[in-house]
């Protein structure tokens, strides 16, 4: 069963880049679509987008002019990067496997805390 | 982007007894070529990612209990508890994966009256 684990700094300061790490483990990262969802605190579910293991990717239209999605087959690894952060991009950050059309997201990483903060 | 919109926004409901959440899409989620519905319905308890409960609108995760289900087509769709458990007090969200965008619904808390 495919596992998914966020990793990266918990804390950013405003106007920096926030950047994250999802490493998957238990099954390959090819042939799937994988996104990063996140969740401020107390709020609901909010897509970011999605990349593919070719390097496709499609970004949310609220964020897409900040948004960096890369991929790394030889490490199974997918990141984020978000740049000029500010107080309301606080949130736990997960990753997911899916976000393409026709795929509904079914596995989680636990989730990482990210808090903007000078 | 697809508006996904759920009712009610919090829910009590007697242990045993039926629980109902609405999830409306601003358009049509049902491919019809296919005749499936692009609806997940998720479940997040505290502290912990959502974990995928439903999809194509009806089909349980491996693992759901059977008292989980979901119905509808189109942009209407409901997730049923029929004999609500303790262990089942958690925020449910709905999702559409019709477009390339996915999004979700704001979704239902629901807790133990």
């Known amino acids: 069963q495919v596992q998914l684990q966020e990793s990266g700094p918990g804390l950013v300061k405003p106007s920096e880049t926030l950047s994250l790490t999802c490493t998957v483990s238990?099954?390959?990262?090819?042939?799937?679509?994988w996104s990063w969802i996140r969740q401020p605190p107390g709020k609901g579910l909010e897509w970011i987008g999605f990349?593919?293991?070719?390097?496709?990717?499609n970004y949310s239209p609220s964020l897409e002019s900040r948004v960096t999605m890369s991929v790394d087959t030889s490490k199974n690894q997918f990141s984020l990067q978000l740049t000029s952060v500010t107080a309301a991009d606080t949130a736990v950050y997960y990753c997911?496997?899916?976000?393409?059309?026709?795929?509904?997201?079914?596995?989680w990483g636990q989730g990482t805390l990210v808090t903007v903060f000078s | 982007d697809i508006v996904m919109t759920q009712s009610p926004e919090s829910l009590a409901v007697s242990l045993g007894e039926r629980a109902t959440i609405n999830c409306k899409s601003s358009?049509?989620?049902?491919?019809?070529?296919?005749?499936?519905?692009?609806l997940a319905w998720y479940q997040q308890k505290p502290g912990q990612p959502p974990k995928l409960f439903i999809y194509?609108?009806?089909t349980r995760e491996s693992g759901v209990p059977d008292r989980f289900s979901g119905s509808g087509s189109g942009t209407d769709f409901t997730l049923t508890i029929s004999s609500l458990q303790a262990e089942d007090v958690a925020v449910y969200y709905c999702?559409?994966?019709?477009?390339?965008?996915?999004?979700f619904g704001q979704g239902t808390k629901l807790e133990i009256k």
């Open positions: 999702q559409q994966y019709y477009t390339t965008r996915p999004t």
């Open positions: 194509w609108a009806s």
């Open positions: 997911a496997r899916g976000g393409a059309s026709s795929k509904y997201f079914d596995a």
């Open positions: 990349v593919s293991y070719t390097g496709n990717t």
């Open positions: 238990g099954g390959s990262i090819r042939n799937d679509y």
């Open positions: 358009q049509s989620v049902l491919y019809s070529p296919t005749k499936r519905n692009y």
